[in-house]
């Protein structure tokens, strides 16, 4: 396989092997990355936020096209309502800040879940920026908000039922077709920061086959060389697809 070299402001890094075209995060940890600090949670989340420029541009100088974040799942809702409203204005907060930077580094954003359910204004400002990155293709960056993967797969199903397409028709092409992805390759590699050994329903469908990457550093401690390293433990993985080794 051809080595990857990426040139960075400090010093070239070599992959053994192309890294991963598609990764997902799921930035765990922010509450407790702030617990240790004796902060309020809401302090974390603004941290694991700030993390976000580093990782992005880590991402596009790594070569990595597509990023899939987690940042506000299905599930986050049962957590309690303070939180649950500073989780929603960070995004708004985020966007107003970051949306031209992106813009302007070639970010194309894109949003997976569900946007009802969201304040009416923060459904207009995700649209604004979905509309304005839209030509952009240096990198594709999924923000996975108000997601959850099993409400994604009976989305898909609906949407399926609703055109009419007969059963016999379905193919595993057919729901991947009509899940938020669409289109985009399946993740290659999970991270998860945080130590947790679970996908939290996240890109459960598009995920079979990806390599996983559990950390227990927190999200917001989550820097260029974690991801350097969580990188080189990709390029050392041996993906099969259920097939066997190459014939020695
Ligand atoms: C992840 O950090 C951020 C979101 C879920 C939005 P957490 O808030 O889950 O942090 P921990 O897991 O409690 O430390
Ligand atoms: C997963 O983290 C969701 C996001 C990172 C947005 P959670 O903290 O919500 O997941 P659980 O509760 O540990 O499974
Ligand atoms: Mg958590």
Not at 43 to 67: D, M, P, S
Request: hydrophobic content about 35%.
């Amino acid at each position: 396989m051809d080595n990857v070299t990426t040139q960075t402001q400090d010093k070239p890094i070599v992959f053994e092997s192309p890294v991963p075209k598609h990764v997902g995060f799921i930035m765990d940890g922010n509450g407790r990355w702030a617990k240790a600090r004796g902060l309020r949670r809401s302090e974390g989340h603004r941290q694991g936020v700030e993390n976000l420029k580093e990782i992005l541009e880590a991402c596009g100088e790594f070569g990595i096209k597509y990023v899939t974040i987690y940042a506000f799942s299905t599930e986050n809702w049962n957590r309690p309502q303070a939180e649950v409203s500073f989780l929603l204005s960070i995004i708004d907060y985020y966007i107003e800040r970051e949306l031209d930077n992106l813009d302007k580094q070639g970010v194309q954003l894109r949003h997976i879940g569900e946007l009802d359910g969201l304040a009416p204004r923060l459904q207009r400002k995700i649209q604004k920026a979905i509309e304005q990155t839209r030509n952009n293709d240096r990198l594709i960056l999924n923000v996975a908000f108000n997601y959850g993967g099993r409400a994604e797969i009976v989305r898909a199903v609906k949407q399926i039922v609703a055109a009419g397409i007969p059963a016999e028709e379905i193919t595993e092409q057919t729901i991947s077709q009509h899940l938020y992805t669409a289109f985009q390759p399946d993740p290659d590699l999970i991270i998860r920061t945080g130590g947790e050994l679970r996908l939290s329903n996240f890109l459960i469908w598009q995920a079979t086959y990806a390599e996983y990457y559990s950390t227990p550093v927190f999200w917001p401690d989550f820097n260029r060389e974690e991801l350097r390293k969580a990188l080189e433990h990709y390029c050392s993985r041996e993906r099969r697809f259920g097939g066997v080794k190459d014939e020695e």
